[in-house]
């Protein structure tokens, strides 16, 4: 009697999407195993829109305990000698079967794809369409001259069968996961993820011209998206939001980090049929070139663990973007990323945590010379003045953790933010079996702290040198 009541308190059209979504709550005998089972398999806290009428995103996390043969073409490719052919064997590996079904995996006949477990309970937690999160803002004028406002960047990332095995070795008991050691992905693993932002035409984006859109209840818009506080207050209407690119990370144990990244940018001057394949490598990194600190920077050392397409940098020019470069002081990132890291570089932090660690170097600052320096650096580049900030390119091995006395989480972001968002929520059900309904029902439960997300698209200090 007391679920219909609260039924009723809620709102019919409420509950209903949360059903949906798999987060109903009437049977009898509900406790904590109960409710950590419904939670591991929620897609979305937030309901669907009542204007809305298509197919809604379900998530896909039968993890398997093992894999059958190894699927891994590019292993075939030297991807030192043959990049731009290691970055197509990637791209047609991750869309085959994926376009057809609009990305919606569980019905990809060509190979099995997974999704990472628990990122629906957070400030930018899933949304129910697609299964996106709010993964950054894109500051004022990254995406060129035309943007006269912060966008909305938003993600969703698949893991194939090899990679989906470590998230069984955590996840095999959804109800009570268990995490006591060092992860480490196989060789053969790989995760890639779609990332989409809310540039609203052409005229505000010209580069997205023609780019594939998807429907998705983002945030409502506001002059600035500082606050991850304000992140849960979503549209109640679908948005259109457009491909910007697409990322990748390969366990490999060919790179001295025993992981291979890689990028695409979707190009709207490019004149192939299917607009997926409009997708540029932004290009491939391998390692952190711990040795590239910022006075061997400015006496003209370059990167020698990362490759930047020839044709990413013109992409760059022909934005006029308010970033400089792509990666900090050349090395690969892609260009929804915070131009003060890079790929590798932040996953490298992943970790078995309650919180989320600080991602990238702190901040840096703009000279009175027209470049950019690490905070340490801003009264001259004197040897080790980074050396805080160069504690974020170190080549950390597979398996092995950032800090000492950390459990590593292999450079899955994704898997330590779903575990942070599990530790929060055995906080939550802890107030309260009652509280914790509501909250369930109304999709508001007490989210963590993704501040450091949000500073990732902050943009850089400025002060002279």
């Known amino acids: 009697m007391r679920h219909w009541r609260l039924f009723h308190l809620v709102g019919r059209r409420s509950a209903a999407a949360v059903l949906v979504s798999g987060t109903a709550i009437g049977a009898h005998n509900y406790g904590p195993e109960d409710a950590a089972k419904t939670e591991f398999q929620t897609s979305s806290k937030f309901p669907i829109p009542q204007s809305y009428s298509g197919p809604v995103w379900k998530i896909r996390n039968d993890y398997p305990a093992t894999a059958g043969k190894t699927d891994a073409p590019w292993q075939a490719v030297d991807f030192k000698k043959h990049p731009e052919r290691f970055c197509e064997v990637i791209k047609r590996y991750c869309m085959e079967g994926n376009k057809e079904v609009d990305f919606n995996v569980q019905h990809n006949r060509k190979r099995n794809w997974y999704h990472a477990a ?3 309970y957070a ?6 369409i697609h299964g996106l999160t709010f993964e950054r803002p894109v500051s004022t004028g990254e995406l060129g001259a035309n943007q006269k406002r912060p966008l909305q960047a938003w993600t969703c990332g698949y893991y194939n069968e090899l990679g989906a095995t470590v998230f069984n070795q955590v996840w095999k008991d959804g109800s009570a996961p268990q995490w ?11 995760v890639f993820k779609v990332l989409m932002v809310d540039a609203k035409d052409d005229e505000e984006a010209p580069i997205l011209k023609g780019a594939p859109s998807w429907d998705a209840v983002i945030v409502k818009e506001r002059e600035n998206y500082d606050d991850p506080q304000t992140w849960p207050d979503r549209n109640d209407y679908a948005s259109k939001i457009r491909l910007l690119q697409v990322d990748y990370a390969i366990a490999d144990d060919r790179a001295p980090i025993g992981w291979i990244w890689g990028s695409f940018m979707y190009d709207g001057r490019r004149k192939d049929k299917d607009p997926w394949e409009r997708l540029t490598p932004m290009g491939l990194q391998w390692g952190n070139d711990p040795q590239l600190d910022q006075q061997a920077y400015e006496a003209g050392e370059r990167v020698k663990e990362s490759w930047v397409n020839p044709a990413a940098n013109e992409l760059l020019g022909y934005l006029h973007s308010s970033r400089p470069m792509w990666g900090w002081n050349g090395r690969l990132n892609g260009p929804a990323d915070n131009f003060i890291s890079a790929c590798a570089s932040c996953h490298s932090t992943a970790a078995k945590a309650t919180d989320l660690p600080l991602l990238t170097q702190d901040s840096v600052v703009h000279t009175n010379r027209g470049t950019y ?20 390119f170190r080549n950390i091995p597979a398996g092995k953790p950032y800090k000492e006395g950390q459990i590593s989480a292999d450079y899955s972001l994704q898997l330590m933010m779903g575990w942070i968002n599990y530790q929060h929520w055995l906080k939550d059900s802890n ?7 509501i909250r369930t029902v109304t999709g508001r439960p007490r989210y963590i702290s993704t501040r450091r997300l949000a500073r990732m698209g902050a943009s850089p200090t400025h002060v002279d040198e």
């Open 123 to 128: 400030e930018n937690g899933r949304e129910p």
């Open 180 to 190: 006591d050691t060092h992860v480490r992905f196989p060789n053969g693993a790989m």
């Open 373 to 392: 320096v690490p905070a340490g650096c801003k009264k001259g580049v004197t040897p080790g003045c980074d050396a805080a900030a160069m504690e974020f």
């Open 118 to 120: 628990w990122l629906h």
């Open 431 to 437: 107030q309260g079996w009652m509280e914790y309904a």
